[in-house]
Nanobody, 126 residues
């Protein structure tokens, strides 16, 4: 089992930056592919970024390419999401999630992720 806890959310102005962290407990973290999702009020949970278990492969949704960077430190059991050039449409609750299904496809969808954190709120104000 993997337990996940996000941190690092907050209020930031348009164009600002935040770094989200997701601390994991459990012995399977280093074998898990990790993903970040976000969910705005009244909307479905959407994929943001994913990173393979080794950290060698990353994948992003088009709207965050060039602005967000996903990374992980398996020695610290932590995955990160560096968010730069934030926009108002990035406002949402951000969740990290873990899966052990094969990497491809890199965005299999919400249902393929087994473990989820409680989420952290990111609010971007103009």
């Amino acid at each position: 089992q993997v337990q996940l806890e996000e941190s690092g959310g907050g209020l930031v102005q348009t164009g600002g930056s935040l770094r989200l962290s997701c601390a994991a407990s459990g012995r399977t973290f280093s074998r898990s592919h990790m993903g970040w999702f976000h969910q705005a009020p009244g909307k479905e949970r959407e994929f943001v970024a994913a990173i393979s278990s080794s950290g060698s492969i990353t994948y992003y949704t088009d709207s965050v390419k060039g602005r967000f960077t996903i990374s992980r430190d398996n020695a610290k059991n932590t995955v990160y999401l560096q968010m730069n050039s934030l926009k108002s449409e990035d406002t949402a609750v951000y969740y990290c999630a873990a899966r052990t299904t094969p990497w491809y496809p890199p965005n299999p969808g919400v249902k393929d992720y087994t473990y989820w954190g409680q989420g952290t709120q990111v609010t971007v104000s103009s």
